[in-house]
Nanobody, 124 residues
Framework: QVQLVESGGGLVQAGGSLRLSCAASGRTFSSYTMGWFRQAPGKEREFVAA????????SYAESVKSRFSSSRDNAKNTVYLQMNSLKPEDTAVYYC?????????????????WSQGTQVTVSS
């Protein structure tokens, strides 16, 4: 099982950018589909993005599709979420997660391991 450590969250003004990083401790990182989710207080955990094993394929939630992008560097065992044009409604705790598979999973229950989460707060 891969342990995921997430960083890069913080406070940013609307229209600004942040890049989240998710570093995996396992040596089989390249075997995992990686997903990004977020959860605001009182709301369900929401799919944000997913990226395939080698980063060739990605999938995004409609709400972030034109603003966020995910990439990965398997040599560094790290996946990234670049968030641009941030909006107050993007405020949430963001999580990365992994699944040993090929599909760009979109449901939380389809992922096996989760990061500790990092707070992203976008002020208006």
């Amino acid at each position: 099982q891969v342990q995921l450590v997430e960083s890069g969250g913080g406070l940013v003004q609307a229209g600004g950018s942040l890049r989240l990083s998710c570093a995996a401790s396992g040596r089989t990182f390249s075997s995992y589909t990686m997903g990004w989710f977020r959860q605001a207080p009182g709301k369900e955990r929401e799919f944000v993005a997913a990226i395939s094993r080698r980063g060739v394929s990605t999938s995004y939630a409609e709400s972030v599709k034109s603003r966020f992008s995910s990439s990965r560097d398997n040599a560094k065992n790290t996946v990234y979420l670049q968030m641009n044009s941030l909006k107050p409604e993007d405020t949430a705790v963001y999580y990365c997660a992994d699944r040993d598979g090929y599909v760009l999973y979109t449901l939380p229950r389809e992922y096996d391991c989760w990061s500790q989460g990092t707070q992203v707060t976008v002020s208006s």
